[in-house]
């Protein structure tokens, strides 16, 4: 099955060609990972698949992103409040609310009108979810921001998760992380797709083979190599992939 199907699609920032020409699907409750060096397009590609890329003012997208391989989320009359909902973002650093625990994770589920009383169940499912409902659960009320680092990317897990997504973006999340806040996060991703349809950006080539079942090596705008990854990190078919699972390039 598909989760995310996209069609020739091409990006420009002003008269820059960011993207070109892709054409790929994303399977369904899989970690994706999508990878290639700094500049070729990785974020660009991720930010496409729910219109975040439209926050900048000078971007231009043709092609198609089809959502469950039906819906054109860059079709007409399309509500993109819904589609940001349907795929969430965890972002490379955890940005908290500047609220407390316990609003930072109904802060979504409050706008989409759940009720006070229901609200302690969400909140305490999705901070069990993230592993960190043992470590707040006797100050729900403090600020967010006293949350260590690692702490505070669960948080942000957490808030993403609350609204109930079908898919989630994850932009280098573990980037700002130590190593051990790192792992832990990449286990909670792998537990996650039981649920979810994951489409991860990582720079980082042994956290790849670590976490995807699926692959996506871009360079230079252009979708070089893709598939699932034991084949793709055993038997790469492209010159450029073998140099750059190398480390000789990139």
């Known amino acids: 099955m598909v989760a995310l199907a996209v069609k020739s699609l091409n990006v420009w920032y002003?008269?820059?060609?960011?993207?070109k020409n892709i054409t790929v699907d994303i399977p369904v409750r899989q970690i994706t990972a999508i990878i290639g060096p700094s500049g070729c397009g990785k974020s660009t590609l991720l930010k496409s698949f729910n219109r975040l890329l439209e926050l900048n003012e000078q971007v231009r997208v043709t092609g198609q992103v089809l959502l469950d391989g039906r819906e054109d989320i860059y079709g007409p009359g399309v509500d993109v409040t819904e589609i940001r909902t349907r795929i969430g973002l965890l972002a490379q650093k955890p940005f908290p609310l500047p609220m407390s625990i316990?609003?930072?994770?109904?802060?979504g589920p409050r706008i989409h009108g759940i009720t006070n009383g229901g609200l302690d169940k969400v909140v305490t499912s999705h901070l069990q979810a993230v592993g960190l409902w043992d470590e707040v659960r006797d100050r729900?009320?403090?600020?967010?921001t006293g949350l260590s680092v690692g702490q505070q990317q669960r948080l942000c897990l957490a808030r993403s998760l609350a609204v109930e997504p079908e898919i989630l973006l994850c932009d280098e999340s573990t980037a700002s992380l130590d190593p051990?806040?790192?792992?832990?996060?990449?286990?909670?991703?792998?537990?996650?797709?039981?649920?979810?349809?994951?489409?991860t950006v990582t720079h980082d080539i042994d956290q790849a083979r670590r976490l995807a079942d699926y692959v996506i090596f871009m360079w230079?705008?252009?979708?070089?190599?893709?598939?699932p990854a034991r084949p793709f990190f055993e038997q790469p078919g492209h010159t450029l992939t073998q140099a750059y699972l190398a480390r000789e390039i990139g």
Do not use: C, M, Q, W
Not at 14 to 19: R, S
Not at 102 to 107: E, I, K, L
Not at 220 to 227: A, Q, T
């Open 14 to 19: 002003g008269p820059t060609h960011a993207l």
């Open 102 to 107: 316990f609003d930072n994770v109904a802060y």
């Open 140 to 144: 729900l009320k403090a600020p967010a």
């Open 180 to 199: 051990i806040s790192a792992r832990g996060i990449e286990a909670l991703l792998r537990k996650l797709k039981e649920k979810y349809t994951l489409v």
């Open 220 to 227: 230079l705008g252009e979708l070089v190599e893709h598939g």
